[in-house]
């Protein structure tokens, strides 16, 4: 009896779990970002994939890997809803990726691209709040003082290639059109 007490159990806890984990986040964290944002922002992700953070989770020895000492500022999305979990279950969000910065990226894939003011409302533009969860001194033990005019700047190339890169976009899709009247709309305000 009490066998099938804790098989029941067991089993309603891992019903619980599917439960909250596919229902409850409505805009979870994609991860594999070089490829998924990279298919649109192709300056951006080469920039990135140039930046140390890039590669920051493979700095970390295999049980550093398992250390929830270093794992939150050495991955993405940690502690967020749909974010990572863990190495087995979320290996995509090993890393400083694109989505650790500008939150979670599923909804603004599902914005038809033509929509451009609805793109650009689904993913933040990130400020210094969010640089900080990470480049703090607690826990760091490899902490430099962190000067975010500093720091933005140094990731400038990356933004700087966002131009070229709109004008690309709104050709590919075919929108110059919408382009604009974007932007009539902005000259007549
Ligand atoms: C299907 C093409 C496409 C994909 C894939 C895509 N984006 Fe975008 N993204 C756009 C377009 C179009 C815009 C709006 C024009 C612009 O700002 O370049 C945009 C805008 C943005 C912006 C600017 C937001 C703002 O407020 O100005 C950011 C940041 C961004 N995308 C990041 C990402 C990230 C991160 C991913 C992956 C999770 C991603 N994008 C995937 C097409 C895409
Ligand atoms: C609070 C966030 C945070 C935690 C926790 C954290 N790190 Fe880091 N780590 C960073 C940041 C940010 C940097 C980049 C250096 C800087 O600007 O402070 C970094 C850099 C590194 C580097 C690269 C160093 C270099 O000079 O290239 C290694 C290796 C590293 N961390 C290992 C670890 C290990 C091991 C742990 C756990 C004991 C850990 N980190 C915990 C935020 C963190
Ligand atoms: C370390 C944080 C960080 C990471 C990682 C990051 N970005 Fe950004 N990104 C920023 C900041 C900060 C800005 C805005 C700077 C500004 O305009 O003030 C920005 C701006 C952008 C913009 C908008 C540019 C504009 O001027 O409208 C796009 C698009 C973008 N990033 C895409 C990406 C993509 C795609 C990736 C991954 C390949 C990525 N970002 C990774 C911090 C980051
Ligand atoms: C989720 C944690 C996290 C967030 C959020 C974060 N960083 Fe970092 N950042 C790191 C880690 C870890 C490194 C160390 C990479 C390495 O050396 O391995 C780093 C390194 C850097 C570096 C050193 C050079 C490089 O290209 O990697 C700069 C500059 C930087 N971050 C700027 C920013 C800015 C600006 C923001 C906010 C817009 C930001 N970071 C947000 C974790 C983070």
């Not at 990279?38 to 590669?55: F, R, T, V, Y």
């Not at 190495?87 to 599923?106: D, M, N, R, S, Y």
């Not at 490899?142 to 400038?156: M, P, R």
Request: with cysteine; glycine share 8%.
């Amino acid at each position: 009896m009490a066998r099938y007490g804790l098989l029941s159990a067991a089993i309603l806890v891992m019903l619980l779990c599917f439960i909250l984990s596919a229902d409850d986040v409505e805009n979870p964290y994609l991860g594999d970002n070089a490829k998924k944002c990279g298919m649109c922002h192709k300056d951006q992700a080469a920039a990135w994939q140039e930046w140390p953070m890039a590669s920051s989770w493979d700095k970390l020895s295999a049980e550093e890997q398992q250390d929830e000492n270093c794992i939150p500022c050495h991955v993405t999305g940690y502690g967020q809803p749909g974010g990572w979990i863990s190495f087995e279950e979320t290996p995509q969000l090993t890393g400083i990726q694109c989505e650790a910065c500008h939150g979670p990226g599923t909804l603004h894939m599902k914005v038809p691209i033509k929509d451009v003011e609805a793109k650009k409302a689904s993913l933040a533009i990130p400020d210094e709040a969010n640089c900080l969860q990470c480049h703090i001194e607690e826990g760091n033990p490899n902490f430099k003082e962190f000067k975010y005019d500093e720091a933005v700047t140094g990731l400038s190339d990356h933004f700087k290639a966002e131009e070229a890169e709109e004008a690309e976009v709104a050709e590919d899709a075919g929108a110059t059109e919408d382009a604009g009247e974007a932007e009539e709309t902005e000259d007549a305000a």
